[in-house]
């Protein structure tokens, strides 16, 4: 190991809130030129960690070395002065701004007293050019795909020329094409001796670019090793502190698919175009796709929150195109959103409120909350089977980790139970032992003979968990492929590429 | 250094408290308090083109051939008072159609700031052969007065400007001479020893500052308790509870003097309430004020600060733009009270609540019904 | 003392502050210091008179506090109690016959003006603080055509009972204000619809995240047309009992829109949606009135009764901030 | 959501011109009724100085109004710092002209004091900004009823010339009015402090995080606006003569300057907008004024239909949004 004075050490670091112990007694350190990747499932600690490492927390116990000397941050402002630069997990952009406006957001260069916009574009373009995306600098951050404003954010914090970047999960929203990108960034900013922590629950980047693995669980350090001697068994297990022999559930029985709940023909609006698709009752059908194919928008359509302008679709026998969410549901269908906090939860209200707020949606309005399937015991039941973990059900959600979140929220459709299930990147930002959680607990509601379509950039989760795959390319189904398809497989037709293969 | 001058001073005004300010002007209350006693000038029964003893202004200068086009800057309509005056203002423009082409008028909504830029634009409209003008407050708008008087024949009523530069300037005798009759009667009504309540609308306004001066002179001359003067903001609600918390307070209230009548009733109605015997009480010329009265025999007064006022400004433009010479600079109206030896001549339970009962308007057409009367 | 122990005591306090409500902490504080002044406060009698003047401030806080859990505002609230007052004087005319068809249009004023708030909010998409801005002046202005800017009649003696009525030589209380009848039953109907309704937790799910709403299939639209109604009519109700009390005048709504919002967050509603409860606007409309009442009796000059005003609301609303923050 | 990759790589269309297109209309809304009405003296240049002379007061607060909506927070404070600077300047005048540049400075601090109070409450204590400035404006406003009740002392005639001279054919308000909205414009489009301004009010977790000083840019916001409000009050004083303590409640400017702000196309939000909009919401309603002059329409309809302009105004260009409002 290397025995130079490490560029960023922290030494017991400990951080309480009312009570709760989140980090304690964490130290990590990391060089210049070493990628150091940070694991661990939700709420073990790791953004907590990057937070005191930012200067948006102070910590309680412990001290932070820069180059071997001692600092204390009070303010973001300070860590960034320091070269800190960090990535949060949540996007921080300003959706009404320019890009160029967010990337020098605090780092504006100026001129005689007044910014100096030329500057700001050129180093925009350079800087969007690094991070391998076409964006003009000009374009309001509202316009652009969630995939571009990630890579908007890493931009950002290229622009502060940091020798330390902590990046929280950066490849969360980017499909595979865009991961394999900033993975490349990533290796070239080690190459020019940054000292980079990475938080990623991605096993496969890890294994690719992590030079020093550290494993949070419960706020304290499970273990620092070196990438090479780990494998990602061997990483889930540090994490969840057991095996997870079966990270995907198994495949449904063809024999046992029930009749079509949903078919869609010739159906198209803005995005969409001659959207063909069948959905059964029993299985899993997974959609993949470029961030920018429309995947999301064939969610979105389909539930009638971006509707359908033209074609046909039949739901459970009946046709019709969906106007709204709410006559979606009517009409038998459920739908997961991808930005949980923006359009998932009510985070003020408690769980009990957010997971019975669908059965209320559709209830008499002036019936009692707690009355008849929305009883309380009822709800308590529905949250104890999605297995959420809480300090109590009359808790206010948004004191809960993502994971914890999501699966509120898909317990809310459950209670429902409706035909037909629309999950948006069900696992986005959840870490693994969660997402196992709610594979096996789709496969179920699969089993019950309800249909899912599960929409999501994750190849892996779209291979391992979907009966079939649909993959989208330029607003069209370009084509379907049979379980057992290969990333290759979806990544040809994906980029358009690949024969498209005749649709079952 | 000299910001701190500043604070200090504000410091200074703000922990002295009220700063004396020029609304007790003895002068004037002795000057109101004779024009009280004056026997009025003029036609009679036409008190809104009496006076009480004033000059006389040439005007040849103005005279032009009919009909004129007159223009009128209000403060604004933000009151019951505002309102019927108004009403008597544009049925006065009604009965004198022969001599009067147009009628324009603009709404200020009480800011001085509008009015002034509602002046400038009609003096420079040239659609105004003279100007009529019911300042918002007297001291913001002398310059915009002074300057159209520069322009065009200028009558100013109700309040005044700092300026000779105006034609005439129309209105009755006043505050002072409102406060002296409503607390005189008051003070000479109640038993000996007794107490009393002032209830006022708000501060500031300078009518009703210089009512509240007389009165508490008055009050002061004549050894009267008054337990407390608080301000309604002209809401029955707040006077009805503040009426409440004075009886439960001090268990009796003898006499209550009023700087406006609009909430007499309210405060009426708290006693009332609290099963208490009415006070000795001044009001206004509000109809429903003289209702009461007349209903339940109180002891009362209604000082008045008559509405027809708002008829003389059109009569004396006219009279200036056919050069007829008209009383000026200062045209003093009577300003009669109602007693209870005219109270029937006043009461009319055919008009509305709030309308004031000496508009002078009963003689005009479309009487009752243009005033909201049956 | 362990370590434990140390450790959970200030977080054990610190939930017990934060389960009192801000506003009935400072209604008790201040009432108490009335009836120290003014000992007839301590009577049953005396505190039912209290309630009286109170009640038509207290329902108008409990129909804004629809409009903010929805995460909205309502400011047309005092325009329209000035219109039910006048309008009540237009429509009745001081004849007692007509005083319940009256009643009844009045309500079905207050309906569409909370039908086209909520309309103009969800549909044109204008923020509830512009558009019900503009409903303020466009009501005033309308109260005042209808009448032609000053009161044009009485209210009937029966309209005017509804605020004014007191029955006496009532078994345990005394005294029984009929609008502290009407008061008690409309808080109770503003407490059942938010707290032990469907359409309640519809509420504040829409004030918390309309979007997260619509996607969970709440009628967001219709809950905020909903909420907006609710607010008017009991802007109508309250005119009713205003109007009763005191009778006819123009400026009698003035100013109550703020002091309906100013209620609610003292009693701990959150501004902009979500969490709201009637107690607590219930106990800040009570605190509100009784420190009128307080600097009333203390005789402090008027002004500075404002004044005391503003530092006191900011002073509960930091409070509370506060305690969220450490909670 | 996802639209393609490629239309992002285009140069983006801007949202709706509000100010132009508001600008435009209450022009063409103004000559049409000064025709129509045979009014032409409205047409004349007199007649259009009148007319921006009726913006001052409120465009100036306005100008300040912009900022602090632009950051996310609101200000309903301004009315009565408006009432105060007014009183306070003519107070320590007294017709002096040796006092008008103490009295100046003095408004001039007071008001920044109070943009700082307000800031701080906002900042530091988390206090709704609603309810804090709504706090701040009552206790301004007791302080100054309990110590004045009336026009205190007076301007000395050197002072009106702020409000009553013109260089050339132009009022010196006037072009202050548009000297500040373009000082203001330059700050908020080519100053860090402006881009931060936007950022804070956009997105204030993600501009802290940035490494922003978004207390500090808070802060500034309503130290300016209330500087604005100083301002308006000197004016106010200058154009009167005097202050009053009513001058800023009477003119209603706290909940008029909100309107126009918004009338201008600023997010009420925060984070999108800028002082053109709001000049041109401001122009709207000095077009309104010398409009309903013109055709003499009664104080009351004036109302109702002022009513409804606020709203229709607001809704022409809200109602294609999409998602919610509250």
């Keep these: ?504 | 250094m000299k910001t701190q001058i500043g604070l200090t001073a504000l410091l200074a005004a703000l922990s002295t408290g009220a700063i004396a300010q020029n609304f007790n002007d003895p002068a004037e209350f002795e000057r109101q308090k004779a024009l009280l006693t004056v026997a009025a000038q003029g036609p009679d029964g036409k008190p809104w083109e009496q006076n009480l003893g004033g000059e006389k202004v040439d005007t040849a200068k103005y005279k032009k051939p009919g009909p004129y086009k007159l223009c009128f800057s209000n403060a604004g309509v933000n009151n019951p008072w505002r309102v019927v005056g108004f009403t008597n203002m544009q049925a006065e423009v009604d009965a004198n159609k022969a001599d009067i082409a147009s009628f324009t008028h603009a709404d200020a909504e009480g800011k001085d700031d509008k009015q002034i830029s509602d002046i400038n634009a009609f003096v420079n409209s040239g659609q105004c052969d003279a100007l009529i003008v019911s300042p918002n407050t007297t001291a913001a708008l002398t310059p915009a007065v002074e300057a159209a008087a520069k322009k065009l024949p200028v009558v100013v009523f109700d309040r005044g400007v700092d300026s000779k530069a105006p034609v005439t300037f129309i209105n009755p005798i006043g505050g002072y001479g409102f406060g002296i009759q409503g607390a005189s009667f008051i003070a000479q009504k109640i038993p000996a020893g007794g107490s009393v309540l002032a209830l006022r609308i708000l501060p500031g306004v300078d009518v009703l500052e210089n009512r509240w001066a007389a009165a508490e002179r008055i009050f002061k001359e004549k050894g009267i308790k008054v337990v407390g003067a608080e301000f309604t903001n002209g809401d029955n609600a707040k006077t009805k509870a503040i009426v409440e918390d004075y009886l439960n307070r001090f268990g009796k209230i003898d006499g209550v003097w009023m700087d406006a009548g609009a909430t007499a009733v309210a405060a009426l109605e708290a006693f009332e309430d609290a099963g208490k015997p009415y006070p000795v009480i001044n009001g206004e010329d509000q109809q429903d004020f003289l209702q009461k009265w007349k209903k339940n025999k109180l002891t009362a007064i209604a000082p008045t600060y008559p509405t027809y006022q708002w008829r003389t400004p059109v009569i004396a433009a006219i009279r200036i733009l056919k050069g007829e010479p008209v009383v000026g600079p200062t045209w003093k109206l009577p300003q009669p009270a109602i007693t209870a030896e005219n109270l029937d001549k006043f009461v009319n339970d055919k008009m509305p609540p709030l309308h004031y009962a000496l508009c002078g308007c009963e003689q005009m057409t479309n009487y009752p019904a243009r005033w909201g009367g049956k | 003392m362990s370590a434990v122990a140390s450790h959970t005591v200030p977080s054990a306090a610190l939930r017990f502050a934060r389960g009192i409500n801000v506003g009935l902490a400072v209604f008790l504080a201040l009432y108490g210091t009335i009836a120290v002044l003014q000992p007839g406060y301590f009577e049953v009698e005396g505190f039912l008179n209290f309630l009286r003047r109170a009640a038509p401030l207290i329902i108008l806080a409990c129909g804004q506090l629809f409009v903010i859990a929805g995460g909205g505002f309502d400011l047309s609230m005092g325009s329209l109690v000035t219109l039910t007052v006048l309008g009540g004087s237009m429509l009745a005319g001081g004849n007692p016959e007509n005083t319940w068809w009256t009643i009844g249009v009045l309500y079905l004023i207050g309906l569409g003006v909370g039908l086209v708030n909520g309309l103009v909010v969800t549909l044109l998409k204008v923020p509830s603080i512009i558009a019900t801005l503009g409903m303020l002046l466009s009501l005033n202005g309308a109260a005042l055509m209808w009448s032609g800017g000053a009161p044009r009649g009485y209210l009937p003696e029966n309209f005017r009972a509804l605020g004014r009525l007191v029955y006496r030589d009532v078994p345990v209380t005394g005294i029984m204000p009929l609008s502290v009848l009407i008061l008690i039953g409309f808080v109770g109907i503003a407490a059942w619809l938010l707290h032990a309704t469907v359409f309640g937790r519809q509420v504040l799910a829409v004030g918390d995240n309309p979007r997260a709403a619509e996607l969970a299939g709440v009628p967001v639209g219709a809950t905020r047309v909903l909420v907006f109604v609710i607010s008017a009519l009991s802007a109508v109700t309250a005119g009713i009992l205003l109007g009763g009390f005191a009778g006819v005048s123009t400026a009698v709504g003035q100013g109550l829109e703020l002091q309906a919002i100013a209620a609610c967050v003292i009693g701990g509603a959150q501004l902009l949606g979500g969490r709201a409860s009637v107690t607590g606007a219930v106990a800040g409309a009570l605190s509100l009135f009784a420190l009128f009442t307080l600097l009333n009796l203390m005789g402090l000059p008027q002004p500075l009764r404002e004044t005391v005003q503003g530092l006191i609301l900011i002073a509960a609303v930091a409070s509370s901030a506060w305690r969220m923050r450490r909670a | ?326």
């Design chain 1, 1 to 504: 190991m290397n025995t130079a004075t490490p560029v960023l050490s922290m030494r017991g670091i400990g951080k309480s809130f009312t009570g709760v112990r989140a980090l304690d007694d964490v130290s990590l350190d990391c060089q210049a030129g070493e990628v150091h990747a940070i694991c661990g499932e939700n709420g073990a600690g790791k953004s907590t960690l990057m937070k005191v490492l930012g200067g948006v927390y102070r910590p309680d116990e412990g001290e932070i070395l820069l180059g071997g000397r001692p600092v204390a941050f009070r303010h973001p402002a300070e860590a960034r002065r320091a070269g800190i630069s960090i990535i949060h997990q949540e996007l921080s952009l300003l959706p009404e701004r320019s890009v160029a406006d967010n990337i020098f957001l605090g780092l504006e260069p100026t001129r005689g007293g007044l910014l100096d916009r030329a500057a700001m574009q050129g180093g925009a373009r350079k800087l969007l050019e690094r991070v391998g995306t076409r964006v003009h600098p000009d374009a309001l951050v509202k316009s652009l795909s969630i995939a571009e404003q990630q890579l908007v954010e890493i931009a950002k914090a290229l622009a502060l020329d940091a020798q330390i970047i902590v990046m929280d999960e950066p490849t969360a929203a980017l499909d595979e094409r865009d991961a394999g990108r900033l993975l490349e960034l990533v290796a070239t900013l080690r190459r020019e001796g940054a000292a980079i922590l990475y938080i990623s629950h991605r096993m496969a980047e890890l294994k690719a670019i992590a030079d020093r693995i550290t494993v949070l669980k419960d706020g304290k350090l499970v273990a620092t090793r070196p990438a090479a001697a780990l494998t990602p068994a061997m990483i889930v297990r540090l994490m969840v502190g057991r095996d997870l022999a079966d990270f995907f559930p198994p495949p449904g029985d063809p024999t046992k698919l029930g009749p079509a709940v949903l078919s869609a023909q010739g159906a198209g609006n803005a995005v969409l175009a001659e959207i063909a698709l069948e959905l059964r009752a029993g299985e899993i059908v997974g959609v993949a796709g470029l961030e920018g194919s429309g995947k999301g928008a064939l969610g979105r359509a389909l539930f009638g929150d971006e509707p359908f302008t033209r074609g046909r679709m039949t739901i459970d026998g009946r046709d019709g195109l969906i106007a709204s969410p709410r006559t979606a549901i009517a009409a038998g269908i459920g739908f997961l959103s991808d930005d949980r906090k923006k359009e998932g939860i009510a985070p003020q209200q408690s769980l009990r409120d957010n997971v019975l707020m669908t059965l209320r949606a559709f209830a008499q309005r002036l019936l009692p909350p707690g009355s008849g399937a929305m009883a309380r015991a009822a709800a308590d039941r529905q949250l104890t089977e999605v297995d959420v973990r809480a300090a109590g059900f009359a808790q206010e959600i948004r004191e809960l980790s993502g994971g914890n979140q999501q699966k509120v929220v898909i317990g809310r459709w459950l209670a429902r139970d409706p035909k037909v299930l629309i999950f948006l990147e069900p696992t986005r930002g959840i870490d693994v032992a969660a997402k196992a959680a709610i594979y096996q607990l789709m496969r179920h509601v699969a089993e019950r003979g309800r249909a899912i379509l599960m929409i999501s950039s994750d190849l892996p989760e779209i291979i391992g968990v979907s009966d079939r795959i649909l993959v989208m390319h330029e607003g069209r189904i370009a084509g379907e492929l049979k379980r057992g398809a290969s990333e290759e497989d979806v990544m040809h037709l994906a980029l358009g590429t690949g024969q498209a293969e005749a649709a079952a």
């Design chain 4, 1 to 326: 959501m996802s639209a393609g990759a490629d239309i992002a790589t285009a140069r983006p269309a801007r949202d709706v011109p509000v100010a132009p297109l508001l600008f435009a209309g209450s022009l063409a809304l103004y000559i049409a009724t000064a025709l129509a009405t045979g009014q032409h003296a409205y047409l004349t240049g007199e007649g259009f100085v009148g007319l921006t002379q009726r913006m001052v007061a409120l465009g100036i607060v306005a100008l300040g109004q912009t900022l602090t909506i632009l950051v996310g927070s609101i200000d309903l404070s301004v009315a009565n710092l408006i009432s105060v600077s007014a009183v306070l300047a003519s107070f320590i005048m007294k017709g002096e002209p040796a006092m008008i540049v103490p009295a100046v400075l003095a408004v001039l601090a007071l008001s920044a004091a109070v943009g700082l109070v307000n800031g701080l409450i906002i900042a530091r204590l988390d206090v709704n900004p609603l309810i804090a400035t709504l706090g701040v404006g009552l206790i301004l406003q007791g302080l100054l009823s309990a110590s004045f009740s009336n026009f205190a002392g007076s301007v000395p005639a050197a002072f009106q010339a702020f409000a009553y001279g013109r260089i050339g054919p132009l009022p010196w308000s006037v072009l202050l009015l548009f000297v500040l909205a373009f000082a203001i414009w330059l700050m908020l489009t080519r100053t860090r402090f402006g881009a931060h301004l936007y950022a804070t009010g956009g997105n204030r977790d993600g501009a802290r995080l940035a490494g922003l000083r978004t207390e500090r840019v808070m802060i500034g916001a309503h130290v300016l606006c209330s500087l604005m409000a100083g301002l308006t009050g000197l004016y106010l004083a200058s154009r009167l003569r005097a202050g009053a303590p009513w001058v800023g409640r009477d003119g209603v400017y706290d909940l008029e300057s909100i309107a126009v702000v918004v009338i201008g196309g600023t997010l009420l939000a925060g984070g999108r907008g800028g002082v053109w909009g709001t000049l041109a919401g401001v122009f709207l309603f000095a077009t309104l004024d010398a409009v309903f002059n013109m055709t003499g329409i009664d104080a009351f309809p004036k109302q109702v239909l002022r009513g409804a302009i606020v709203i229709l105004a607001v809704a022409v260009y809200a109602v294609r949004s999409k998602g919610h409002v509250a």
